[in-house]
């Protein structure tokens, strides 16, 4: 199922974002699944990060994108795991290029409750 998540929001992103990450990998734990991408920042990214407004924005721009592509996430989770999504919390480095992303599930992911 990790490596399944993994793809699926690969796929998604390519989709939707416009470029995939290097590498993404997920984890799953209890009712989490923690979704670790490395490299989604392009090079004029990391130019604009180099000043404190650049960063800021860049965030912002960047989560706000995320929360945008919310259903389709909650698509994704629902298909791969059977569970609804409680919440989702992502963060971005703008210095090493790594995004985070954090499934809150309705349900540890290995319970067996079918969710619909």
Not at 47 to 59: I, M, N, P, V, W
Request: aromatic share 6%; net charge neutral; with cysteine.
């Amino acid at each position: 199922m990790e490596m399944e998540l993994s793809a699926r929001i690969t796929q998604w992103e390519k989709e939707y974002l416009g470029r995939g990450s290097l590498t993404c990998k997920a984890d799953l734990l209890r009712d989490l699944a923690i979704v670790t991408l490395q490299g989604v920042l392009t090079p004029a990214e990391y130019d604009l990060a180099t000043k404190s407004a650049g960063r800021e924005q860049l965030k912002k721009y960047r989560n706000n994108l995320v929360e945008s592509g919310r259903p389709q996430l909650e698509a994704i989770v629902r298909e791969v795991l059977g569970r609804r999504l409680i919440s989702l919390h992502t963060d971005i480095s703008t210095k090493t290029g790594e995004r985070l992303i954090v499934f809150r599930l309705d349900a540890a992911w290995d319970s067996g409750i079918d969710k619909p």
